[in-house]
């Protein structure tokens, strides 16, 4: 009895156990068979992945307009140009694109969102002093607007503005408008990306040529200098502008920079009768709506540029006869010499690139002649290199961080250097005839221009024509007589010829 009771447990056991393995086979049977369909699934999602790839974003500069040398019957001579062209930073080289639907000099950029830019007003002819060619020398002021789309490599003419302007500045709201300010109207406007409106908003206190825009932490936008003394601020939430403050010097051509601390930085220029450059500055405190003298620079600039490093430095650069430049430093607040540039410049542009470097492209050199240089300071290394030339010289043009979908096919076909020493003998010929007829009032504007311009002096007190070549931010460049009377001047300021 008890062998039978034994065996039959040890039978229960048998039958338990086979149930026990089979269930554990059955599970494991299940789970292998679960993960291969995970597996094969994940191997099928594996597919889209290199679709991903020609969409990748690179950041390119978006170089337009501003004055060069164009094309006539008679040669090349000065003028405002509409050709375009981008910064490659990976490649390190300018390459040229489809032009502007218009020249323009003296006008304004705003970048909407990463892959676009709005380009607003300006003036299509050179400024030409009235006192040195009394004929049909007015330019045309434009009220037209443009914009670049980086996915497709064109430009696309947008709605007039409601005022035509020139020298206005335009600055991209936190809310994604642009705000346009400054011409001959005191109304300042509102471009609208999701409309593709303008529209007008508040109006300032007097009207400005040559003044400087700085959004605020806030989101409120600083407006100075260009005319008025007093300092306004933009505020989007009700569409006006509130006095903030004023300024010691009445400048034009000065540069505004937000610092990290949310203060304005308010630098060099010259005063608005253009006596000459000055070496002060000014800081803008947003929390108290004041404005107080700052440090003195080390040289007296205008027509500089004045770019943000990621350390909290300011890069102050060019305005003046030679290659100096200087820091702003914010915690000792004093301005330290910096390394020499490649060359001198004004009315260039800096353009701050995503590795923390700084694009300078073009400008006028000494003799106000426009430069096709460019360089890059690297704060790592603390000096300037040379990275190449533009397609094209160029001055007072407009240069814009963007970004671009790979691949880039939009490009043009990279001028041949057949062309560029074609202009060569022309202006062989060209001094003999422009110096001979001088004081005639027929002798070309543009050749003219360029052989009476004088040398940028030391201390920047002199008289030149050169200035209304079209350079909006460079004030080494004075009116072209010093005896200009009252009435003269504001009936140049309603030209723009400052």
């Known amino acids: 009895m008890r062998e039978r009771l034994t065996a039959s447990v040890d039978a229960g056991r048998i039958v ?14 299940a789970n292998s068979h679960a993960s291969g369909r995970r597996h094969a699934h994940r191997a099928h999602r594996a597919t889209p992945k290199p679709v991903a790839t020609p969409s990748a974003l690179k950041p390119v500069v978006l170089i337009v307009g501003g004055t060069g040398f164009v094309d006539r019957p008679t040669g090349e001579s ?17 390459l040229p694109i489809a032009p502007m639907n218009e020249r323009r000099d003296l006008f304004a950029a705003a970048a909407l969102g990463i892959d676009q830019v709005l380009i607003v007003g300006g003036v299509n002819t050179l400024l030409v002093p009235l006192v040195v060619f009394p004929g049909p020398a007015m330019p045309w002021v434009m009220s037209s607007a443009e914009i670049f789309n980086s996915s497709n490599g064109k430009f696309v003419s947008a709605p007039n503005m409601k005022s035509a302007r020139d020298e206005p500045t335009a600055t991209t709201l936190k809310n994604g408008k642009v705000l346009i300010v400054g011409g001959e109207s005191i109304v300042a406007e509102l471009y609208d990306p999701a409309s593709n409106t303008f529209s007008e908003t508040g109006a300032m206190a007097s009207s400005r040529h040559g003044q400087t825009a700085t959004l605020l932490r806030q989101g409120g936008v600083l407006i100075a200098g260009g005319g008025f003394l ?54 803008f405190d947003e ?22 490093l990621n350390d909290g430095r300011v890069l102050i650069a060019g305005g ?29 542009s800096a353009t ?23 360089e890059i300071f690297d704060p790592a290394t603390n000096r300037f290199v040379s990275t190449g030339a533009m397609t094209e010289a160029r001055a007072g043009h407009s240069a ?20 560029a020493a074609t202009p060569t003998p022309t202006p062989t010929p060209s001094p003999t005839p422009t110096e001979t007829p001088r004081p005639a ?3 070309t504007p543009s050749a003219s221009r360029g052989q009476t311009s004088t040398r940028t002096p030391p201390d920047f007190s002199f008289t030149s024509i050169a200035a209304p070549l079209g350079d909006r931010r460079s004030t080494n460049e004075t009116r072209p007589s010093p005896t200009l009377s009252p009435s003269m001047l504001s009936q140049s300021n309603q030209d723009g010829i400052k």
């Not at 009445?250 to 070496?279: E, K, Q, W």
């Not at 701050?352 to 460019?374: I, M, N």
Request: with cysteine; glycine share 8%; proline share 8%.
């Open 16 to 29: 338990r156990t086979s149930i026990l393995c089979a269930l554990v086979i059955a599970v494991c049977c």
């Open 441 to 443: 009032p027929s002798a």
């Open 230 to 283: 007093k300092a306004e601020v933009y505020d989007p939430a009700d569409g006006k502008f509130h006095l903030a403050g004023k300024l010691s010097d009445n400048r034009v051509y000065h540069t505004a920079t937000l610092l990290m601390d949310g203060r304005v930085l308010i630098a060099g220029g010259c005063p608005f009768a253009r006596s000459g450059a000055v070496d002060s500055s000014e800081i």
């Open 400 to 419: 814009k961080l963007i970004w671009a979908r790979e691949p880039i096919n939009w490009i043009r076909p990279t001028p041949s250097t057949t062309p």
């Open 287 to 308: 929390s108290r709506r004041a404005i107080r003298p700052g440090p003195r620079m080390n040289q007296r600039r205008a027509g500089h540029t004045a770019t943000l």
């Open 78 to 94: 000065p003028g405002v140009l509409n050709t375009a062209e981008i910064y490659d930073s990976a490649l390190h080289r300018f």
């Open 352 to 374: 701050l690139l995503p590795d923390g470097t700084v694009l300078l492209a073009g400008g006028w050199d000494p003799d106000y002649k426009p430069l096709s240089s460019a």
């Open 320 to 348: 003046r006869g030679d290659n100096s430049t200087e820091f702003y430093d914010p915690r000792s607040r004093k301005f330290i010499a910096g390394p020499k540039m490649m060359e001198a410049r004004s009315g260039h």
